[in-house]
């Protein structure tokens, strides 16, 4: 994934058509540019997958603990 984004970058460098570079890296030609400007704004960093933000766990408090030893009540 980030390997596909920096190619788009260096396909672009060396000034070929945006459709050439798009069927090469085999993605939309609309996604191109997108990919582009995250890169001039951001460099490489920007390109970088970022990570999905995660909901807070539903733990409830009001349940009842274990020994490590394991539970001998019946």
Same mark, same amino acid.
């Given at each position: 994934?980030?390997?596909?984004?920096?190619?788009?970058?260096?396909?672009? /460098?060396?000034? @070929?058509?945006?459709? /050439?570079? $798009? $069927?090469?890296?085999?993605?939309? @030609? @609309?996604?191109?540019?997108?990919?582009?400007?995250?890169?001039?704004?951001?460099?490489?960093?920007?390109?970088?997958?970022?990570? %999905?933000?995660? /909901? $807070?766990?539903?733990?409830?408090?009001?349940?009842?603990?274990?020994? %490590? $030893?394991?539970?001998?009540?019946?």
């Amino acid at each position: 994934m980030f390997c596909d984004r920096v190619q788009i970058v260096l396909l672009e /460098h060396r000034g @070929r058509q945006q459709q /050439h570079n $798009a $069927a090469d890296v085999c993605i939309n @030609r @609309r996604s191109m540019q997108p990919r582009l400007i995250t890169y001039l704004v951001g460099g490489l960093n920007g390109l970088r997958p970022r990570k %999905a933000k995660r /909901h $807070a766990g539903n733990i409830r408090v009001d349940w009842p603990t274990r020994s %490590a $030893a394991g539970s001998s009540q019946v």
